[in-house]
């Protein structure tokens, strides 16, 4: 029975045991590390500059990369597109003082980020972009006047890009678009533009009344002149009428006329050369053709000469 009883583990073989689990267990995460270390995720609109030793030794694309651990690294370089704001006070050509508030669309150079790093390094924005943007504004600034800056404000934002792609491109940063947002001026100037544009308002507003005025005045002119030129049509055409009726005139178209315009009754006195001559009185039915009847005459009834049954 004693033969087949299993011995106590002693306090050594415990220790042996307790040491290979620990060991296997550094293994594993000495290998857990190692692997990590050995892959590198490089993100959608990102690029990774591999350094080994410190020396650049390659750009990164987006995707999985193995690299060997513990001499290599990794810097991330994000190479989207990137806002950045920024203010500067400026004098315009005028001497006013203008501050101007732009918005800046940027991205590093996605082929160019190596040198970027070694040059620049990742704190690009504090150390060129910022600068360039500062001196960009004060350049442009400079070019026009107060007043030409709020009224040719394209003109000023592609004048600033210029000037931003000429510095920062050559340095591995392209920039895509300048934006601005605002500009200020002292409150003297600010005074001063909105005192003139009350006057050009003013003069606008008299130069279209007195245009109006010109417009009327020509109106009442061409309706004059219509008015003079219709008269004178009339008159021409009465003129006219007046001459083809003096061609037609003849002494039978006048008897034609007073014919027609006879009321059937003779007169009984006509006067002649040779003074007042005795008419007869005709009665009309007589000039129809009908034979009156003969009233016979009194005797001894004398009329005076010269007349005819009375005035």
Do not use: C
């Not at 594993?28 to 990774?48: C, D, K, L, P, Y």
């Not at 006047?145 to 491109?169: G, H, Y």
Request: no cysteine; glycine share 6%.
């Amino acid at each position: 029975m004693n033969q087949n009883r299993q011995p106590f583990p002693t306090p050594t073989m415990r220790g042996g045991s307790m040491s290979a689990a620990v060991g296997i267990v550094l293994l594993i995460m000495i290998a857990i590390f190692v692997v990590s270390n050995s892959v590198t995720t490089i993100e959608a609109g990102t690029r990774g500059v591999l350094k080994t030793f410190g020396e650049i030794t390659g750009v990164l694309a987006e995707g999985l990369h193995f690299r060997t651990p513990f001499i290599t690294s990794v810097t991330v370089v994000e190479v989207r597109t990137q806002r950045y704001e920024s203010n500067s006070s400026a004098a315009s050509r005028d001497l006013q003082t203008v501050t101007t508030q732009v918005v800046i669309n940027y991205r590093p150079d996605a082929s160019q980020v190596d040198r970027l790093v070694r040059e620049i390094g990742v704190d690009y924005e504090r150390r060129v972009v910022d600068p360039a943007i500062q001196e960009a504004l004060k350049a442009a600034t400079a070019r026009f006047t107060a007043e030409e800056l709020i009224t040719r404000r394209p003109e000023v934002s592609d004048l600033i890009l210029n000037i931003l792609s000429e510095r920062l491109t050559p340095r591995g940063v392209i920039v895509e678009s300048v934006s601005i947002t605002d500009f200020n001026f002292s409150p003297e100037f600010a005074r001063a533009i909105e005192a003139k544009q009350v006057a050009e308002q003013d003069a606008l507003r008299a130069a279209r009344e007195l245009e109006r005025a010109r417009i009327e005045a020509q109106q009442q002119v061409a309706r004059a002149e219509a008015e003079a030129k219709a008269r004178l049509e009339i008159a021409r055409a009465e003129a006219e009428s007046l001459r083809l009726l003096g061609e037609v005139v003849s002494p039978q178209l006048l008897q034609l006329r007073f014919i027609e315009r006879w009321d059937g009754i003779l007169p009984r006195l006509v006067s002649g050369d040779n003074g007042l001559l005795t008419m007869l009185s005709i009665p009309t039915d007589s000039m129809l053709g009908e034979t009156p009847t003969a009233q016979p005459t009194p005797p001894n009834s004398e009329q005076p000469a010269g007349t005819t049954g009375g005035e």
